[in-house]
């Protein structure tokens, strides 16, 4: 299943990158910087199925988010509007929580999820997100 979905449709849209915030979930750039290894409390959280964990490494000031996996490797640099789009279309039911489905995620007619999928549904079902409206 290949979602291609414009970019342009976000329900959260701050004037400032560092204003963004949901009202829905605990999603929020403060709460991502908090959650970080570096200069943060290094929060642990756990994969979708709960038998490995990991935390958010850091959240790079021109705006990238890196993973330490349980490996202790870190991930290689996700754009944090990807995330917050994907976490728009959770919320809007676009998408389950599903790391098979996100990695499916087209923006802008280019697959920019693609090896995200679990990261992104773990680090979202730990911030509490899930769908807010009925999917169509």
């Not at 009202?23 to 709460?31: D, F, G, K, V």
């Not at 038998?51 to 990238?64: L, P, S």
């Not at 490996?71 to 998408?95: N, P």
């Not at 693609?114 to 773990?122: E, K, M, N, R």
Request: glycine share 6%.
């Amino acid at each position: 299943m290949n979602l291609k979905i414009p970019v342009n449709r976000m329900i959260t849209k701050p004037n400032k990158f560092d204003e963004f915030y949901c009202t829905q979930c605990q999603l929020s750039i403060n709460r991502l910087k908090e959650m970080a290894e570096v200069n943060g409390s290094k929060e642990m959280f756990t994969t979708l199925r709960g038998n490995r964990w990991m935390n958010i490494y850091e959240i790079t000031d021109d705006g990238f988010l890196i993973m330490r996996r349980s490996t202790g490797k870190l991930t290689w640099k996700l754009d944090l509007h990807i995330l917050f789009r994907v976490h728009d279309l959770v919320h809007e039911g676009a998408v389950d929580l599903d790391s098979h489905e996100i990695d499916s995620v087209e923006i802008d007619d280019v697959k920019k999820v693609t090896t995200w999928g679990g990261y992104i549904a773990a680090l979202l079902k730990h911030l509490k997100c899930n769908k807010v409206t009925k999917r169509e």
